[in-house]
T-cell receptor
Framework: ETGVTQTPRHLVMGMTNKKSLKCEQH?????MYWYKQSAKKPLELMFV???????ENNSVPSRFSPECPNSSHLFLHLHTLQPEDSALYLC??????????????FGSGTRLTVV | AQSVTQLDSQVPVFEEAPVELRCNYS??????LFWYVQYPNQGLQLLLK??????LVESINGFEAEFNKSQTSFHLRKPSVHISDTAEYFC??????????FGAGTRLTVKP
């Protein structure tokens, strides 16, 4: 069990469904991240939140909508996804966003399958 | 901006043999270097990191990596691998702006 918890671990959804991924950390970290991990591709940074404010959005389609209600929780809302969105979605946190990082703490991920 | 190249996508090796996973980076500023390990159906776990000081860093399970500034490399090594070391290994680099970049990963498979 790491300091970052993601739920659900697995999710199968149709292209017309709406679902949400949840991430929670109680490490006292100020920055949280969403990454997409697809087979045979490098990790793709999707969103960055620092102190609950979005500081980076790497040209992610609008069918992915992040939400950070407080520094411990991060959500990724999904709607009208495509089959190519099937991947492992990883949440991570770090002490701060600005300045050098000492490493990220990752959750176990949500394996998403879009059918 | 920083970038990372992991030269081998797959490395098969027999148990108790030595292994080296290669990582090269490019950056115009000071760098911080990391190796992460991902076991099946899990997230990434920090294995070791170089921030400053001694260029040789070690993990608790016998891995080590050496920061070589002249060759812009941070190769990961273990003198004798175990079956349990089978996993995907990611090299990552970050600069002063916390712009963490990951390599594509190297799948290490340890065979009996």
């Amino acid at each position: 069990e790491t300091g970052v918890t993601q739920t659900p671990r697995h999710l199968v959804m149709g292209m017309t469904n709406k679902k949400s991924l949840k991430c929670e950390q109680h490490l006292g970290h100020n920055a949280m991240y969403w990454y997409k991990q697809s087979a045979k591709k490098p990790l793709e940074l999707m969103f960055v939140y620092s102190l609950e404010e979005r500081v980076e959005n790497n040209s992610v389609p609008s069918r992915f909508s992040p939400e950070c209600p407080n520094s411990s929780h991060l959500f990724l809302h999904l709607h009208t996804l495509q089959p190519e969105d099937s991947a492992l979605y990883l949440c991570a946190s770090s002490q701060d966003f600005r300045g050098p990082t000492y490493g990220y703490t990752f959750g176990s991920g949500t394996r998403l399958t879009v059918v | 901006a920083q970038s990372v190249t992991q030269l081998d996508s797959q490395v098969p090796v027999f148990e108790e043999a030595p292994v080296e996973l290669r990582c090269n980076y490019s950056s115009s500023v000071s760098v911080y270097l990391f190796w992460y390990v991902q076991y099946p159906n899990q997230g990434l776990q920090l294995l070791l990191k170089y921030l400053s000081g001694s260029t040789l860093v070690e993990s608790i399970n016998g891995f080590e990596a050496e920061f070589n500034k002249s060759q812009t490399s941070f190769h990961l090594r273990k003198p004798s691998v175990h079956i349990s070391d089978t996993a995907e290994y990611f090299c990552a680099v970050s600069g002063n702006n916390n712009d963490m970049r990951f390599g594509a990963g190297t799948r290490l498979t340890v065979k009996p």
